[in-house]
């Protein structure tokens, strides 16, 4: 419903700026293809809760301001982090946005009831505003004008629903849907008959005099260059970003008013080191400020697919290597024998997570990586996911030993040994990863806008 609704916003001219609570990496993927602007993450846990509203400024401002902002929620409207009463959970994201919220209803085997849940939604914590409610997967016309009735009588607005379709449904694997950018074609067709639905079946207008209804946003806009430390050229934007969020039982919120924003940091500068950073069909998981925060701390960021290039851009000094899905391009993976064996000579800092330190390793379920660390890896039918809160065990080039700091793991592989000799993180009781020489990798993603310095510190090392 969240990537329907920005695609439907976008078809009426509107600029769209896309925005998913939580860790995940895959949903913004689609949302940037629907909005045509990179999807972008509000995650409290990660980046701190002082830095979701500036975060969301600084999205609806780069590159051009947005003229409405839409948040997707995460699980349901008040599920966050475990254990800490809702905090990091959409509902939590909407009051530090000061966003209504707009409910979607799974509405599966639901008549009357439907209403008592909204009604319980709406009054778990007062500080949320349910603006309204679509009505999702509904059963047939009847069973919508039950549904409408029901909830008119607790006075919570329905601003649409949507029957169910197969035209739109997303493959799934075992970590949730697949990446837009290993199925491009079919991503684009379900983005546009998201679209198609959510234009014919939800009130637009409705939408946007919800997201109007919130008050500006105040807050300076999040800003790389400051987040480093360094000297940046400013530019100063403005517009009519409204934002929109969506959540619920199965949740997405929307935002807005007449926000001018501001967005502090200047174009990319270049001439500076050069940072690789792994992209491609194995590599999606990667955070848009990532690379603004090595760009802001001087370095010229150079994005390479390892399943394609021979070898590292020209000049690289360091590489990064983000989170992905290696098990699913081993047998690829292991067929650039020539980036494979570069990868495994590079004498510069290192930087993995998750599939980065799959694909360091000796193997991947028996094909051939780099050999950078040594260790092996395979798939397993356990999901480990979760917030970790975590202590660098080791200086490395983007830690000092001692620091804290918050992160999350979504994986189902293993590696032999789960750690090395210089771990590079302890947390619940146990040492995690590897820091190798000047190699720093482990199954924890951390949100560098949460921990700035490390691109400040990886760009120092290449020096």
């Known amino acids: 419903m969240a990537t329907g609704l920005l695609g439907a916003l976008r078809r ?21 293809l ?45 599920d966050g982090a475990v254990g800490r009463r809702g905090y990091a959970s959409t509902a939590h994201v909407a009051t530090l946005v000061d966003a209504p919220v707009l409910l979607v209803l799974d509405t599966t085997a639901q008549g009357r ?51 169910r379709s197969v035209e739109v449904a997303a493959p799934s694997r075992h970590l ?23 234009a014919a079946t939800v009130d637009l207008d409705a939408v946007l005099d919800l997201a109007r209804s919130a008050p500006p946003l105040t ?38 008013g007449p926000a001018g924003v501001t967005a502090v940091g200047g174009p990319a500068r270049t001439g500076g080191p050069t940072v690789a950073v792994a992209a491609g069909a194995a590599f ?43 098990e699913a391009h ?24 998750c599939a980065g330190l799959l694909y360091l390793g000796r193997s991947l379920d028996g094909a051939p990586m780099c050999g950078r660390l040594d260790l092996t890896a395979r798939m397993t039918g356990r999901l480990t996911l979760g917030y970790r809160e975590a202590v660098a065990a080791a200086d490395s080039p983007v830690t000092r030993a001692g620091e804290r700091v918050r992160g999350h793991e979504f994986h189902r592989t293993v590696t032999d040994p789960g750690h090395g000799d210089t771990p590079a993180w302890r947390f619940d009781g146990a040492a995690h990863g590897f820091v190798d020489g000047r190699v720093h990798a482990s199954y924890l993603h951390v949100h560098w806008a949460g921990q700035p310095h490390a691109a400040r510190r990886l760009v120092q090392a290449c020096r």
């Open 12 to 32: 009426r001219g509107l600029t769209v700026s896309p925005h998913k609570v939580g860790p995940d990496y895959i949903d913004p993927g689609y949302h940037g």
């Open 34 to 78: 629907a909005a045509g602007r990179p999807g972008r993450n509000l995650d409290p846990w990660l980046v701190g809760a002082e830095r979701v509203a500036p975060l969301l400024r600084h999205g609806a401002s780069v590159p051009t301001p947005a003229d409405v902002a839409v948040i997707e929620g995460v699980m349901g409207l008040h």
């Open 113 to 163: 009831s439907a209403a008592a849940l909204v009604l319980g939604m709406r009054a778990f914590d007062e500080r949320v505003r349910v603006g309204g409610v679509i009505l999702n997967r509904v059963g047939s016309p009847r069973h919508e004008t039950l549904l409408r009735d029901a909830l008119a009588e607790v006075g919570v607005p329905v601003l649409g629903a949507v029957s």
């Open 176 to 198: 949730g849907l697949v990446p837009v950018a290993e199925r491009a074609p079919e991503s684009l067709a379900v983005v546009a008959a998201l679209a198609d639905l959510v």
């Open 219 to 256: 807050v300076p806009a999040w800003d790389p260059v400051a987040a480093v430390g360094g000297q940046g050229s400013t530019a100063a934007v403005g517009g009519p970003a409204g934002t929109a969020a969506v959540g619920g039982p199965a949740g997405t919120a929307a935002v807005g």
């Open 284 to 326: 999606t998981f990667s955070y848009a400020e990532t690379a603004e925060l090595l760009a802001a701390a001087g370095a010229t960021v150079a994005p390479f697919d390892p399943l394609r290039d021979p070898g590292l851009p020209a000049g690289t000094r360091a590489v990064v290597i983000g989170g992905g899905f290696p």
């Open 330 to 353: 081993a047998d690829a993976l292991a067929g650039n024998a020539a980036l494979r064996a570069e990868l495994a000579a590079f004498d510069g800092p290192v930087v993995a997570e």
